[in-house]
């Protein structure tokens, strides 16, 4: 067997799913699905048993490989890094073969977590749970034994297990982000106090392009100060939606008639933990 354009179709939502996890980055993600999917095409004289298999090692390895390299780049990153949105504007017409997509391990909270794994603890974690490959198929694509692969899994739930309450209940967190937006345009500060933790952290990512904080914002009584300061500075034109945005309903900000910022929440025990803002504009959806 050999790859092709069938196979591009079929194949590409699934390792853009990994690339996106993996990575945190939707041009990065794109960009390896195109590099993985010319390699594939130049193979003319090799037989391929398991496409899906062999992509996904091309995808994979091409993903760790520009994790070490994005090291030093991340480290010089200027201010809180958070993921790259990624917004569907038309859910609910998106093609079958996309709701890889849809699964777990896709929130912004769920992403920046990844941070704080080694990339073959990514690679892991991802191809297991998310894609559901055995150990015996996952050692083969990173070209490790299979008890380490167990071992690496291991470790890799360990370090994510923080987030594993966190609330994925759509309905439920698009009501309690509505009575957000409600209660920071009345200034309810009782009603703000009952959805906000008092441990919340907040992450505004300008990556050194705009304004933004360059550490987390600590606390309910800063992250209030710090909300409401942006709202006072607001222009005459902004205006909002709530969209989807990784899975989970956020609150995506339009000023001077473009897209400014989205901000994303990580909501569990019925509280809102933390808040995400991404203002970075080459992480914003065009």
């Not at 997509?101 to 690679?123: C, F, N, V, W």
Request: one cysteine or more; a neutral charge.
């Amino acid at each position: 067997m050999q790859i092709g354009n069938e196979d591009y179709q079929q194949y590409k939502p699934l390792l853009f799913s990994i690339g996106y996890r993996m990575l945190g980055s939707v041009v990065d993600a794109e960009d390896i699905v195109q590099d993985t999917f010319l390699k594939a095409f130049q193979l003319t004289e090799q037989n391929i048993d398991n496409k899906k298999a062999y992509l996904c090692k091309i995808m994979t390895n091409r993903c760790l490989d520009l994790l070490k390299l994005a090291r030093h780049r991340r480290e010089q990153y200027v201010g809180p890094w958070n993921p790259a949105p990624l917004m569907h504007e038309k859910a609910h017409e998106m093609d079958p073969s996309e709701v890889v997509l849809q699964k777990e391990g896709l929130s912004i909270a769920y992403l920046r977590m990844m941070e704080h794994l080694t990339p073959d603890e990514r690679a892991v974690l991802l191809l297991r749970e998310v894609i559901g490959f055995s150990y015996l198929e996952i050692a083969n694509i990173i070209e490790k034994k299979e008890e380490n692969c167990r071992k690496v899994f291991s470790r890799a739930k360990q370090k994510i297990s923080r987030v594993d309450d966190e609330s994925l209940d759509y309905e439920k967190n698009k009501s309690m982000i509505h009575r957000f937006i409600q209660a920071f345009q009345m200034q309810n500060t009782d009603a703000l106090l009952d959805l906000i933790s008092e441990k919340v952290t907040l992450y505004s990512d300008g990556g050194g392009k705009v304004k933004a904080a360059v550490r987390p914002v600590v606390s309910l009584s800063h992250v209030l100060a710090f909300l409401f300061g942006i709202l006072k500075k607001a222009p005459d034109d902004y205006y909002f939606k709530v969209k989807t945005v990784n899975g989970q309903p956020a609150i995506v900000n339009y000023m001077n008639g473009t897209l400014q910022s989205i901000i994303s929440f990580y909501i569990s025990d019925d509280k809102i933990n933390e808040i995400y803002i991404t203002m970075n504009p080459h992480k914003l959806p065009i």
